[in-house]
T-cell receptor
Framework: DAGITQSPRHKVTETGTPVTLRCHQT?????MYWYRQDPGHGLRLIHY???????DKGEVSDGYSVSRSKTEDFLLTLESATSSQTSVYFC??????????????????FGEGSRLTVL | QKEVEQDPGPLSVPEGAIVSLNCTYS??????FMWYRQYSRKGPELLMY????GNKEDGRFTAQVDKSSKYISLFIRDSQPSDSATYLC????????????FGQGTRLTINP
């Protein structure tokens, strides 16, 4: 196991409510990612982080925000959930260390996923 | 048009068969190619990693890259029921996993 924990693993919520998903790593890796996986689309990058307080947008970032106040935690927030955000969300870390300037090899280690249903 | 195309299947074969999984891509800048395996209700795990063209073998698995045809393949020899999973190809142009582009995955079932 790559030492990645996602919580909650399952959540059902209603349209318009805020939702926060948490990713916790014990590997001290600098890079962390949030993906969503949907039938017909595969894995799509939402946001990623390359260090504490350093984040950037991915392919499908609209409606999502992220925060990283500690190396080990990366939070994904849906400010006002919509039915189109029903999906399985995966957190991933990249095989690099928390040292600035360390190269990002690009290989990803994924968490178990968080299944979100927005009614 | 998607940058990476992968037939979603499902693909069902008998145990012991040779399996061929494929992806095509449109961007000739891709240099790094990966195959991930994803069991049901689990996260993907890296199976094979290849840089540029050529073959790479690991046990029963062989990854093949043909950059001239913009085509990558994963072969599984002597397939086992435990190989039943979704296989996702992924590729990127340079350093950084944030540049990874995934195929949509092929669901494979190996029948005993």
């Amino acid at each position: 196991d790559a030492g990645i924990t996602q919580s909650p693993r399952h959540k059902v919520t209603e349209t318009g409510t805020p939702v926060t998903l948490r990713c916790h790593q014990t590997e001290n890796h600098r890079y962390m990612y949030w993906y969503r996986q949907d039938p017909g689309h595969g894995l799509r990058l939402i946001h990623y982080s390359y260090g504490v307080k350093d984040t950037d947008k991915g392919e499908v970032s609209d409606g999502y925000s992220v925060s990283r106040s500690k190396t080990e935690d990366f939070l994904l927030t849906l400010e006002s959930a919509t039915s189109s955000q029903t999906s399985v969300y995966f957190c991933a870390i990249s095989a690099s260390t928390a040292v600035k300037g360390a190269s990002n090899t690009g290989e990803l280690f994924f968490g178990e996923g968080s299944r979100l249903t927005v009614l | 048009q998607k940058e990476v195309e992968q037939d979603p299947g499902p693909l069902s074969v008998p145990e012991g068969a040779i399996v061929s999984l494929n992806c095509t891509y449109s961007n000739s800048a891709f240099q790094y190619f990966m195959w991930y395996r994803q069991y049901s209700r689990k996260g993907p795990e890296l199976l094979m990693y290849t840089y540029s063209s050529g073959n790479k073998e690991d046990g029963r698995f062989t990854a093949q890259v043909d950059k001239s045809s913009k085509y990558i393949s994963l072969f599984i020899r002597d397939s086992q029921p435990s190989d039943s999973a979704t296989y996702l190809c992924a590729m990127r142009k340079g350093q950084g996993a944030q540049k990874l582009v995934f195929g949509q995955g092929t669901r494979l079932t190996i029948n005993p």
